[in-house]
């Protein structure tokens, strides 16, 4: 239901002109990602896996760059296991410097929480990333990946420092000839740890974005 | 007496030099005080240099008509009866409804006022002097006069003769203003250059009076203020337009990223989350964009059409000329803008049909 808003939504901009800045880029889009979380605490591991659907957006000039990314759902685990469900938010907030033209340096938060019927665990981390990007056709595909690392971090519940790591690549298509519409296939993962406890998350994810990706 | 004789005389000789530095005024007056001593041949130098004064000195219409009245007497005076009827045709040209004042000269003069009458059309034309117009939006204003009420056609002409516009056509009573504008009959700027206001009887003046035909015709000389033109861009030089055709560098460099950001997709997961038994999805998205980065290098591979890069060299010639065009287009407006001086001489009268 929110991803057919998201297309009613990117159709009506489809019609509209891309940026009335000049100089000034924006994208903005919609997400839904098949997600695997992968929980360790104590030694004990829970695998749950689901749907998260979300938006994302992001405004670039020449040489700065500012997105964000916001998504929720909820994760299961395998029926039969003892293991409760969690619903899930996401988000990330980042600064951007353009510093080649294929290869951009990022700096800012990004938090995941969970809540279960046991109570609510929030991830706080501050990461420094690298993105690279290529040109596979000119204007019409191109690929990306981006590694990061935690620069510092908490996990909310019970309240500890945390830490971590992840990579993110995919590939960006232009959905027509003079489309102003994007696909894009992502993988995600990101590993962030705390004192025994560990949360590795993957994410399979399709979007559909307004403006040139950045 | 002797003594200003003499200073007059040399006065005279002296004249070449300084006439060139003195208004048509200054002329006038000494040319009208060589008559008064009697001195005819000085007296009538100075008016005819009086009468070609141009720019900033040149006579007044008054001024000229009494320079005429002046030059007349002074012709009759040295028995140059041709020379006489031409001064006073000019004059009659000039303003037909000018009057010889008798006080100030002798009957022979006034009788040979009255003999070119008889002989003019009683038609005459003056211009204002200098004028700067905007062609197209402005106009330079010649008068025509007519003691009768003749019936003409007044065009401008080129130096060959050719009509370059008809500036009026009908009967002249009293007077008429003929205005141009600067352009021809198809409304195309005219270039600098020497043309003649030409008048002349329409045919059927011509039959009513007998045949007899004349032509008035007032030089003018067109000049063009100068205009600053914005250059034409160059084309865009070779090294901007991108390979119409693929080669293998560009089939290399679109393989490259879709190889290479597969494998680190599929590979990175194994160093960030060591360990972790990571899903197919990362293969599933890896092997997707090493596959397209094949896909793109066999797109690129030699002598296939870019359609990509045959898009981007058509909007780059598209965009220069658009460009030529609209700087073209700026130049004509500014061609247009530009100021036309149009600077009369002095009117003549012929008898006998128009060449």
Redesign the interface.
């Known amino acids: 239901m929110i991803l057919s808003m998201y297309v009613a939504m990117l159709a009506q901009l489809q019609t509209q002109s891309p940026s009335p800045l000049t100089g000034t880029q924006f994208t903005i889009g919609g997400l839904a990602a ?1 997600q ?1 979380v ?1 929980s360790h605490v104590d030694g004990s591991n829970d695998r749950l896996t689901g749907l998260l659907l979300g938006i994302e957006g992001g405004l670039s000039s020449d040489r700065f760059a500012l997105r964000v990314r916001y998504g929720q759902g909820r994760v299961n685990a395998k029926p039969g296991t003892n293991v409760a469900a969690r619903d899930e938010v996401e988000g990330e907030a980042l600064l951007g410097f353009r510093a080649t033209p294929w290869l951009s340096l990022w700096a800012g938060p990004s938090a995941r929480a969970y809540t279960t019927a046991d109570g609510d665990q929030r991830w706080l981390i501050w990461s420094g990333r690298a993105t ?14 981006e ?1 990061w690392g935690a620069v510092s971090g908490n996990v909310g519940n019970p309240a500890l420092k945390a830490g971590g ?3 993110n ?3 960006e ?1 232009r959905l027509g000839d003079a489309s102003t519409l994007w696909g894009r ?3 995600r ?3 962030v740890h705390a004192d025994g406890l560990r949360e ?1 998350v ?3 994810t399709l979007s559909l974005l307004y403006g040139l990706p950045q | 007496m002797h003594r200003i004789l003499i200073a007059l005389t040399a006065c005279v000789l002296l004249a070449p030099v300084a006439a060139r530095a003195q208004s048509g005024t200054t002329l006038l007056e000494q040319g009208v005080r060589a008559y008064s001593v009697h001195e005819y041949d000085g007296g009538a130098w100075l008016l005819r240099r009086a009468l070609g004064a141009e720019g900033a000195g040149a006579l007044s219409p008054a001024e000229q008509a009494r320079a005429l009245a002046y030059l007349t007497a002074i012709e009759v005076a040295r028995n140059q009866r041709d020379s006489a009827l031409a001064a006073a045709r000019r004059l009659i040209v000039l303003d037909p409804r000018y009057r010889l004042d008798e006080q100030t000269f002798p009957p022979q003069v006034a009788a040979l006022y009255q003999e070119a009458r008889r002989s003019a059309p009683g038609v005459s034309i003056r211009a204002t002097g200098d004028t700067a117009i905007r062609p197209g939006t402005e106009s330079f204003v010649v008068h025509l006069g007519a003691s009768t009420a003749p019936e003409v056609t007044a065009t401008v002409n080129d130096p060959d003769g050719r009509v370059v516009r008809t500036l009026y056509s009908g009967t002249v009573r009293d007077s008429v203003d003929l205005r141009w504008n600067g352009l021809d009959a198809a409304g195309k700027l005219s270039d600098a250059g020497r043309y003649t206001i030409l008048v002349v009887p329409t045919a059927r003046e011509r039959r009513s009076a007998g045949g007899a035909g004349w032509s008035l015709r007032l030089p003018i000389e067109v000049a063009r203020t100068t205009v600053d033109t914005t250059p034409l861009p160059l084309a865009p030089p070779d090294s901007l337009f991108r390979p119409e055709r693929g080669d293998v560098r560009g089939a290399v ?2 393989l ?3 190889v ?3 494998a ?2 599929i590979i ?2 194994k ?3 060591s360990g ?4 197919g ?2 293969v ?3 092997g ?2 090493a596959i ?2 094949l ?2 290098f066999f ?1 690129h591979h030699p002598g296939q059409q870019l359609a ?2 045959e898009q ?1 060299n058509r909007s780059l010639r598209d965009n220069w000329r658009r460009n030529v065009a609209e700087i073209e287009r700026r130049n004509a407006d500014r061609v247009r803008q530009a100021r036309m001086i149009i600077r009369p001489g002095a009117a003549s009268f012929t008898t006998g049909d128009t060449p």
């Open positions: 098949q695997t992968q690279a990007r290529g040109t596979l056709i000119p204007g019409r595909m191109q690929s990306f990946i590694v790591r992840g990579s690549g995919g590939l298509v296939l992502g993988y993962i990101e590993s590795t993957e994410s399979l | 460099r679109a490259v990223p879709g290479a950001v597969g680190a997709i990175l997961p160093v960030v989350a972790e038994h990571a899903s999805a990362r599933l998205v890896g997707t964009v397209a980065g896909a793109a797109s990509g890069n981007y």
